[in-house]
């Protein structure tokens, strides 16, 4: 059976009308549908979405037919799911909050409901087409909670979620109520992606704050699993736009406008509806340039086009209101008898007529407050054939970080946006030449094909980094092929960890000492000549003598800081400092003032900080918090942080339990080597021993050992199998 791929978004891309009683469908414009023509429309693979009206319940299996032709799986919505999931939660929660704009959200508790509700819909109707390897790619913001749905109906699909609008920072996320459960819905996702790298960032901090998921990088390690957030600016299909110049109606569309205009320079606006998109604010730009540059008027003409969106919701009514008075007002103050300073038109235009406005303005004017990307912009550039034409774009727009030839403006600095106009007006031809043709490269490049490729892409190498990590579990049929080559073998050495791979754990540190039956194995392992048994901890090495040195093993404390051979002196490191303590020690301080049952342990050249004792999330939450303020620090002193189990280590560098155990490997060339740990600490002794040797994780099978054990009392009951073979 071939695995497909399921497209997933809240909307489908077509268009249905009903008339006559008939449904007629129309495939839609839009670049997203463009760009994923590309997946969906081959062999088995499908999108799954709302047909965007509501189609009565008889009648739903008629549409339905009419959809699969096009690889189209619908989902229906009833009235009150659409005005309570779509409208509500995800236009009157999630939309203001991701982008910055609080004072519009509503938090009700029914838009929640909904919310939850329509997830759980689209996930059946998902599950009912999901097979065993298939892959699931979400997009966007109206479905946050699907792909943990997805995940727990089924664990081993592989998931992708995308995101088309920003993402704010833990500051404005957390006011949302529901938070925590939106944060764990997209962690059912193996890749997270978002259009900048300020959104990954975002994501990644609110991820740490407000979960026990472990962060590093940009990999997340929750539940045993690894989920990867990656920027993947998007494109769109540049050369549809570039080939439309030429298109016989784009070619009279632009005749028209360039004997309406005469010579007046066109400056281009084009948004929809939205108070995240900064039309106030332009206006205004505007009015000051022709107040305070009375030489422009009539050289200019300001084409602006506002696409109508959501007029029934008062936020939108009022703003739509604003802009109808501003530019009455600006066009009452300023025209004249042949000039009109502001073009308005409150409407949508077929692309012919937008592509021939792009190819004749002369200036694009595109300042959003916040926007994930913002595609006029790369649509502008896209048409300028000749190379001409000035881009002057809103830092906070996802396509200034690589559009970064715009004139790029902050578009609540009124007088910024302004002198941008005077610059784009007197920009010298050579000028505007220089900088529209480094960005038509970049749209050309990086177009919405290449995205989408490079989702696809790095969700495969995802999921192979995931596989590669899954360690198998150590079965009875692996531990026999072990006994059997440690029968075999006449010198082995066997690395053993101490805390939650010979002992479980204890609250309190010092309660954990080895107990009679850990010292019967130790000794029956010890007494085999062919054996050298080495216990390689993070101890300190005082205790590791006090429990341990009177028997006959070789000992590593402190993760490599001292060791010592049976009947040796203990031995440190050359050349290691602790003066890096102090400071460290200062930060650590104040987090456990803050973290009842935490402590810090101090051993000759590292620190601890202990969290096995504080409350269930609590510590998982500090430890993030210090791996965030630390970071920088540690990475100056030449230290190494480890986050280990309901522990961090800060230590030297040049200390590591992998150089440790192959120090004590040298100059040797055993037949059997076997490591066994727990800890994050312990996966440097499996990356440093070769692919052959035998490694074995305990409690997770993530992991770069070849094995896993689930606790310390399989390892013990291993460790009997093996000393008996």
């Given amino acids: 059976m071939v695995n497909k791929t399921i497209i997933v978004s809240n909307r489908l891309p077509v268009k249905i009308v009903e008339e006559n009683g008939e449904y007629l469908l129309s495939p839609s414009e839009g670049g997203l549908a463009t760009g994923l023509g590309s997946v969906y429309k081959k062999g088995d693979n499908i999108w799954v979405g709302w047909p965007g009206i509501e189609v009565p319940e008889d009648r739903q299996q008629e549409v339905t037919e009419k959809l699969a032709e096009l690889n189209l799986i619908p989902v229906f919505l009833t009235p009150d799911e659409i005005n309570l999931y779509y409208e509500g939660f995800s236009n009157e929660v999630l939309w203001p909050v991701f982008h910055y704009m609080v004072t519009y959200a509503h938090f009700e508790q029914t838009y929640w409901d909904f919310y939850q509700s329509v997830n759980d819909k689209f996930k059946a109707v998902v599950t009912a087409h999901l097979n065993e390897g298939d892959t699931v790619w979400i997009h966007d913001y109206q479905l946050l909670l699907l792909p943990q749905l997805i995940r727990d109906a089924q ?244 396509a200034s970080k690589e559009l970064n030839d715009a004139l790029i403006v902050n578009p609540n600095n009124i007088g910024d946006v302004m002198r941008a106009i005077v610059e784009a007006i007197n920009m010298p031809v050579i000028e505007q030449t220089r900088r529209m043709s480094v960005m038509r490269g970049i749209v050309k490049k990086f177009d919405i094909h290449l995205w989408v490729k490079n989702f696809m892409d790095k969700l495969d190498e995802v999921k192979q980094m995931q596989e590669s990590l899954l360690t198998k579990h150590a079965v009875k049929a692996i531990r026999e092929q072990i006994g059997v080559a440690y029968a075999k073998a006449a010198d082995r050495y066997i690395f053993l960890d101490y805390d939650g791979t010979l002992v479980g754990f204890n609250g309190d540190i010092d309660k954990a000492s080895p107990d009679k039956e850990l010292y019967d194995i130790l000794e029956q392992l010890a007494a085999d000549p062919a054996n050298q048994v080495v216990i390689v901890s993070g101890r ?186």
Wanted: net charge negative; proline share 4%; aromatic share 12%.
């Fill in 155 to 398: 664990p081993h699909v592989i998931i992708g979620f995308f995101q088309h609008i920003p993402f704010p920072s833990y500051e404005m996320f957390r006011l949302i109520p529901w938070r925590e459960e939106l944060i764990g819905g997209m962690f059912g996702a193996d890749l997270l992606g978002f259009h900048t790298f300020d959104d990954v960032r975002h994501f990644l901090s609110a991820a740490s704050r407000l979960s026990t998921a472990k962060v590093s990088n940009n990999v997340i390690t929750y539940k045993d699993r690894q989920i990867v957030v990656e920027a993947f600016p998007m494109g769109i299909d540049a050369n549809k736009f570039e080939n439309l110049t030429h298109d016989p109606v784009v070619a009279e569309h632009v005749v028209s406008l360039k004997e309406t205009m005469q010579d007046c320079k066109i400056i281009l606006t084009i948004d929809r509806l939205d108070y995240s998109k900064g039309i106030l604010q332009r206006l205004q730009a505007y009015e000051l340039l022709l107040e305070t540059h009375p030489e422009y008027i009539e050289q200019l003409s300001l084409y602006m086009i506002v696409v109508p969106s959501r007029d029934t919701v008062a936020q939108y009514r009022e703003l739509k209101d604003q802009i109808d008075q501003l530019v009455g007002n600006i066009n009452a103050h300023f025209r004249t008898l042949n000039w009109v300073p502001v073009h308005y038109f409150y409407r949508s235009f077929p692309v012919e007529f937008l592509s021939a406005l792009y190819y004749t303005a002369d200036i694009c004017l595109v300042t959003p407050m916040r926007d994930g990307m913002n595609l006029v912009s790369k649509e502008y550039v896209a048409s300028r054939a000749g190379n001409t034409g000035v881009l002057i774009l809103s830092e906070m727009a996802g």
């Fill in 540 to 725: 300190r090495h005082e205790t590791l003598e006090t429990w341990f040195g009177h028997l006959k093993l070789g000992l590593i404390a402190e993760h490599g800081a001292w060791q010592k051979h049976y009947q040796q002196e203990w031995k440190s490191l050359p050349l290691l400092t602790d003066r890096w303590k102090q400071e460290i020690s200062t930060v650590l301080d104040t987090y456990t003032d803050r973290t009842p049952g935490s402590f810090i342990e101090e051993k000759s050249y590292s620190l601890v900080w202990h969290y096995r004792k504080v409350e269930e999330g609590l510590g998982e939450l500090r430890a993030n918090e210090i791996i965030n303020h630390l970071g920088a620090t540690v990475a100056d002193k030449g230290l190494q942080m480890m986050p280990g189990n309901k522990v961090i280590e800060f230590k030297n560098i040049e200390v590591n339990k992998g150089k440790a155990a192959l120090a004590w490997l040298y100059g040797s060339h055993p037949d059997f080597i076997i490591a066994l740990g727990d800890d994050h600490t312990d996966e440097d002794i499996f990356k440093a021993l070769k692919p052959e040797d035998y490694t074995i994780k305990v409690g997770s099978n993530i992991s770069a050992a070849r094995y896993y054990l689930r606790d310390f009392v399989e390892v013990r009951e291993f460790l009997k199998t093996l000393s008996k073979s």
